[in-house]
């Protein structure tokens, strides 16, 4: 019996790693308060002075604190310590007279490693957030995850080839399927960056697109055969035969899934893990997105309206880049949606 040929395995630039960008609350030190403290040699009184405290002094923005330490007790921010003689008269008996002023953690620690050294400042409440965790050291994707998310920077650079354009990929993560490939046609309108483009075809895949035969005629991407369970019309025609005849990229798979029709009973059925499992298509939600360039504000904010999952990108926009260059739009707490943003980066 003939054996079967082994699979060419795409060879990867091992170089490279993904690196989470973080919001700058996660990566940057604690910055520090000062409090008055007092020493408590009685350490019989400290339950008692305790309780008073959280009654007519709450440190209310310091509750990751812990107010003993040893026997060391913080009445209250340096700053508010003159305010507060009518409290500390009421408790004089119980304080001793003087104090020192005393520098502490201003802000709960998020990770691991600012637990550690605010805790050696002033004893912390923490807990920890495992995912969280994991991003910040670069281990939240599996090895198979990892080579996935390689491939697809391979497919970027390949594509980017003789081309003086910005590529953008979009992924169906629970297939590993991809959704749209995308370049920047600024020639035709100067708003039609990569992003912009993608987020279009997208739509396009969804029986929708703002520029469909306006600027893309269906001519340019492969006729939709509806016996097909997964939609062809987010990738150009030129993509799809790129990626049947390379030998590299011929195992991906293409296709979007379809809209789900509205009276679809599997709509009703509970215990979907996000809305793309429960409801199916609808924008980019639950998609991610790989870039070769760091968006701009504008593709950013697209890139949100669309409820993209996650973003990779390839390489920094020193000019206008809007995710780590110039601006975190990611860290906008006002947002009413944020996704998770990666850089692929080559290891020392």
């Known amino acids: 019996m003939e054996e079967e040929p082994v699979q ?4 990867l630039d091992t170089n490279l790693s993904l690196k989470a960008m973080l919001d700058d609350e996660y990566i940057n030190d604690i910055p520090l308060v000062d409090v008055y ?16 405290l959280s009654i007519l002094l709450p440190l209310n923005d310091l509750q990751h604190l812990k ?9 209250s921010k340096a700053e508010h310590f003159k305010q507060h003689k009518e409290v500390l008269e009421a408790i004089k008996d119980l304080i001793p007279t003087s104090g020192e002023i005393v520098e502490v953690p201003a802000l709960a620690p998020r990770l691991r490693w600012q637990y ?8 912390c409440k923490f807990h920890p ?5 994991q991003r910040y050291e670069g281990t939240n994707f599996n090895s198979k995850e990892r080579e996935f998310h390689l491939k697809i920077a391979s497919l970027i650079k390949k594509l980017l080839k003789g081309r003086d354009q910005c590529v953008a990929v979009c992924i169906d993560p629970r297939f590993d399927s991809i959704v749209a490939v995308a370049t920047s046609y600024k020639d035709l309108n100067p708003i039609m960056h990569a992003p912009m483009v993608l987020i279009d075809y997208v739509a396009q895949s969804q029986e929708s697109g703002a520029w469909k035969g306006k600027y893309f005629k269906e001519g340019n991407f492969p006729a939709d055969n509806l016996n097909l369970k997964s939609c062809l019309l987010g990738i150009p025609k030129y993509i799809v035969e790129f ?14 899934e379809r809209p789900r029709k509205k009276n679809n009973l599997d709509n009703l059925i509970n215990g979907f893990s996000d809305n793309l499992a429960k409801y ?3 924008l980019c939600t639950g998609y991610d997105v790989y870039l070769s360039q760091e968006p701009c504000l504008m593709c950013s904010m697209a890139l949100v309206h669309s409820r993209v999952k996650r973003i990779f990108f390839l390489w920094d926009s020193k000019s206008n880049g809007s995710l780590k260059s110039h601006f975190k739009l990611q860290q906008v707490r006002d947002l009413n949606h944020h996704y998770e943003v990666y850089q692929f980066v080559t290891e020392p």
């Not at 107010?67 to 009445?75: G, L, S, T």
């Not at 990626?243 to 979007?256: D, I, M, Q, S």
């Open 116 to 123: 550690e050294i605010a805790n050696n400042k002033w004893p």
């Open 243 to 256: 990626l049947t005849n390379t030998e590299e990229f011929c195992n991906l798979k293409v296709g979007a």
């Open 67 to 75: 107010r003993v330490n040893q026997n060391r007790i913080i009445i």
């Open 8 to 11: 060419k395995r795409l060879k």
């Open 129 to 133: 957030d495992k995912y969280l965790e």
């Open 280 to 282: 199916g298509p609808y």
């Open 37 to 52: 403290v007092v020493r408590i040699n009685d350490k019989k009184l400290i339950s008692i002075i305790l309780q008073k």
